[in-house]
């Protein structure tokens, strides 16, 4: 039977998220990519990090891990490596990815491991009242920057084209179905698809709201951008006049779960663990 949004809702609890809140589109629109793509909720390994989105996975009916801040997609692409049948998807902020979490957020793009990551780009650090994010904009006046930031704000998705990300998209929580169809096509990459969205935080952020964005945004795939141009999709990353959403840049490229030789015989859930012998390992590694 076809899938609804009600298959990836978990019955117990609403969403605490402020009226209004741009998490609730990107809610939407997950559940909804998940069910015309007609996955089985409990074939999917739902991870987050911590802050305003980050709690997503409480009021999804799939399997879920809410981790630690900034460190969601290490604990990914774990999941990813045990059991690569798995459709693993990963919701994290601007603070949780683009901050404290930089670190892995570059490495996991050059790695490629089949996963999805969406990243709720608010500008703000929703969860702890609203401090400068590292995509705020120079000068934004926050709780923890009362004179504006003095810092630059970061430009993930130029980042993410020049490490060599395999899918750099950007979507926009006011934008129900085209960001349901942005996620459906991540999901279906064949490596890591990053999601950047534009997500309103209505109650830190009162200059990046709705009408901000419904005036700059256009899509993408209704001009006649190559994705797979390199050049073209960072051109377009840069302009920050014009917001694109949709496809940025796309790619065919090694898997890191088909690469390592230890997977050659699937995943590691299924390799037979009864007659091994760790016996000489332990001999070999003793002083
Ligand atoms: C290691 C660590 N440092 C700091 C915090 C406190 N903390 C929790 S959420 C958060 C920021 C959340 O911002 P973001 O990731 O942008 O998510 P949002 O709330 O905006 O969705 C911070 C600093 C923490 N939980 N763990
Ligand atoms: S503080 Fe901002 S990001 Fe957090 S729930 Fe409220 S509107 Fe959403
Ligand atoms: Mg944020």
């Excluded at 009600?6 to 629109?29: L, R, S």
């Excluded at 400068?132 to 000068?139: F, I, L, N, Q, R």
């Excluded at 890191?256 to 760790?278: A, R, S, T």
Aim: aromatic share 10%; charged share 20%.
């Amino acid at each position: 039977m076809a899938k609804t949004i009600k298959d990836f809702t978990n019955p117990v609890g609403k969403p605490n998220w402020c009226p209004g809140c741009g998490n609730f589109g990107i809610e939407m629109a997950l559940k909804q990519a998940m069910a015309n793509l007609n996955l089985d909720p409990d074939q999917v390994a739902f991870v987050s990090g911590i802050g305003c989105g980050a709690n997503a996975p409480y009021w999804f009916s799939t399997y879920n891990i809410v981790t630690l801040h900034g460190r969601s997609l290490p604990v990914a692409t774990g999941v990813k490596l045990a059991n690569h049948e798995l459709t693993v998807i990963d919701w994290g902020g601007d603070g949780d990815g683009y901050g404290i979490g930089m670190g892995h957020f570059i490495h996991s793009m050059r790695r490629n491991a089949n996963i999805t990551y969406l990243v709720g780009d608010n500008t703000v650090y929703g969860l702890t009242k609203g401090q400068a994010s590292p995509t705020a904009d120079k000068g934004m006046k926050t709780p923890s920057t009362p004179f504006g930031t003095p810092d630059s704000p970061i430009n993930p998705i130029a980042i993410a084209i020049a490490v060599g990300c395999s899918f750099v998209g950007r979507g926009y929580a006011g934008n129900v179905p085209h960001l349901a169809a942005l996620i459906a096509e991540g999901i279906k990459h064949k490596g890591f698809a990053l999601i950047d969205i534009f997500q309103p935080c209505v109650t830190y952020d009162k200059v990046r709201g709705y009408p901000y964005y419904q005036q700059k945004v256009y899509d993408l795939q209704s001009t006649d951008h190559d994705v797979s141009n390199r050049e073209e999709a960072l051109k377009k990353a840069l302009d920050t006049e014009r917001l694109g959403i949709g496809i940025f840049y796309q790619v065919k490229s090694d898997v890191y779960e088909d690469v390592l030789p230890q997977f050659k015989k699937g995943p590691l859930v299924k390799h037979d663990i009864e007659n091994v012998d760790v016996k000489p390992l332990f001999e070999f590694y003793s002083v």
